[in-house]
């Protein structure tokens, strides 16, 4: 029992509570060791039975899931998932407990519907197996003791350049995935006003959740943040976000006239949106001019259109290590050689505000 990864799941449905069940034990490699059917047996088991990794419903009886995870970080700090709802309440009660320190989450939903099943079981026993062989937990605290004693940052940068080159850079191109919402929120209000190019950005969400988050982070930014609309002309000094379950694509041969195009096609990729189609396609328009920024996140998302940049003498930024949530996304861009600068998440708005503005 001791080699396999524990998990205990929180949630007021008995159908759920077995679905996940049977999902998370299908693989040799993770036990489920409880389940609780609301918030406050959740936290009591939580301190009990000191799992690995905790799945949290959001809607419960007795105690919801927002207040448990609060609960949770501060008597037995676990890393939580949470088990979300589709809907735009659901989205922005997600954000807020990615904000408590619930690390990623899981569409409720989808689980219902037998066609994705096989895709919710492999994204969740992915999710549950990357979260645990990080060292996220300890991450997580130190951000949540970092929100409320703000100490003094310090410098951790490794790079292959001493700095990016002011090369006139068109637009910025952000890949980010699992941890995302937490890190954005640290770095695009940390950018400036002055900022003249367009900033674009793939955070994997599913619908609902991208607008949600766009609409929480245009409320902490100096410059505006929205979910980018098919057909809308481009704006410099403006942040657009994919829309969940699309990709976002650019049309124009003119850096000055550039409209989005928002498409389900090609429906062939493990994402949507995909980073790697957003930024090839900026790459098509904007060339070696676009900076390719790759965030925390699983898998390697991102790498080829990173792979494009390159090939055209452009630049691009990695997280680092350290400061990711889950160090998959970057690492890939970082072991290829492929990254430029290696920044921890609080340095990477300074070094953008450097060289765009």
Do not use: W
């Amino acid at each position: 029992m001791k080699d396999k990864i524990s998990v205990l799941i929180v949630d007021d449905s008995a159908f759920m509570r077995k679905s996940l069940s049977i999902m998370l034990e299908s693989d040799p490699g993770i036990s489920v060791i409880g389940t609780a059917r609301n918030g406050q047996e959740g936290v009591e088991l939580a301190d009990k039975l000191r799992p690995d990794i905790i799945t949290l419903d959001i809607e419960m009886p007795i105690m919801d899931g927002l207040t448990a995870l609060k609960k949770i970080m501060v008597e037995c700090p676990t890393s939580v998932i949470m088990v979300s709802s589709l809907t735009t309440e659901g989205a922005q009660a997600t954000l807020k407990a990615l904000e408590y320190g619930a690390v990623d989450f899981i569409p409720k939903e989808m689980s219902f519907v037998s066609v994705n099943i096989t895709k919710i079981k492999d994204d969740l026993i992915s999710k549950v197996k990357e979260i645990a062989k990080t060292k996220l937990l300890k991450n997580r605290l130190d951000r949540i003791r970092a929100i409320s004693s703000k100490p003094e940052v310090k410098p951790r940068v490794t790079s292959y350049l001493s700095d990016l080159p002011k090369i006139g850079y068109r637009a910025i191109a952000i890949g980010i995935s699992t941890g995302g919402p937490f890190t954005l929120q640290k770095v695009l209000p940390l950018l400036s006003e002055n900022i003249n190019i367009p900033i674009f950005i793939v955070q994997h969400m599913p619908p609902k959740f991208t607008k949600s988050l766009a609409d929480r982070l245009n409320g902490l930014c100096k410059i505006p943040v929205k979910e980018a609309e098919d057909g809308e002309q481009v704006k410099n000094g403006t942040i657009y976000i994919a829309p969940g379950g699309l990709h976002m694509k650019f049309k124009g041969v003119n850096p000055n006239n550039v409209s989005i195009k928002i498409t389900p096609e090609p429906s062939d990729t493990l994402h949507r949106p995909s980073v790697d189609v957003m930024m090839s396609s900026a790459i098509d328009v904007y060339g070696k001019y676009t900076l390719g920024v790759i965030m925390t996140g699983m898998g390697k998302d991102g790498y080829e259109a990173v792979k494009k940049l390159k090939s055209l003498n452009g630049y691009s930024i990695a997280q680092d290590e350290e400061s990711c949530v889950v160090y998959g996304m970057p690492k890939t861009i970082v072991e290829a050689g492929l990254a430029d600068v290696i920044l921890p998440a609080e340095k990477i708005s300074e070094v953008i505000n450097k060289v765009v503005v």
